[in-house]
């Protein structure tokens, strides 16, 4: 498959899905799925974050410190780019000073 075409499928498959998200916005959902839905933003970013944690040999140690800084940061301030700074800043440091 040409990548033009991957692309266009792409972009086709994006804007079908924002259409029905669009056209269905006056559905009312039943409670299960409304609870259902609030865990989907951290379980994406729990799949994003996660694989990369092991890393590249000899930072895994800055990294696992890192996340879990950035982790009691979001969990006691509830503010994800909080949580992304402290953990980038922590990682930062902390590379610096196990090199």
């Known amino acids: 498959m040409s990548p033009l075409a991957t692309?266009?499928?792409m972009a086709l498959l994006t804007?079908?899905?924002r259409w029905v998200g669009l056209?269905?916005?006056g559905l009312r959902l039943p409670p299960f799925w409304l609870d259902f839905l609030r865990f989907v933003p951290v379980a994406v970013f729990a799949a994003l974050v996660v694989p990369s944690l092991s890393g590249p040999p000899g930072q895994t140690p800055a990294r696992l410190l890192a996340a879990g800084a950035a982790a009691l940061v979001l969990w006691r301030s509830g503010r994800m780019w909080?949580?992304?700074l402290v953990g980038l800043g922590a990682f930062w440091a902390l590379r610096a000073?196990?090199?």
Do not use: E, H, S
């Open 82 to 84: 909080l949580g992304l």
């Open 7 to 9: 692309i266009v499928g």
């Open 97 to 99: 000073l196990l090199a």
């Open 15 to 17: 804007y079908a899905t």
């Open 23 to 25: 056209r269905f916005t």
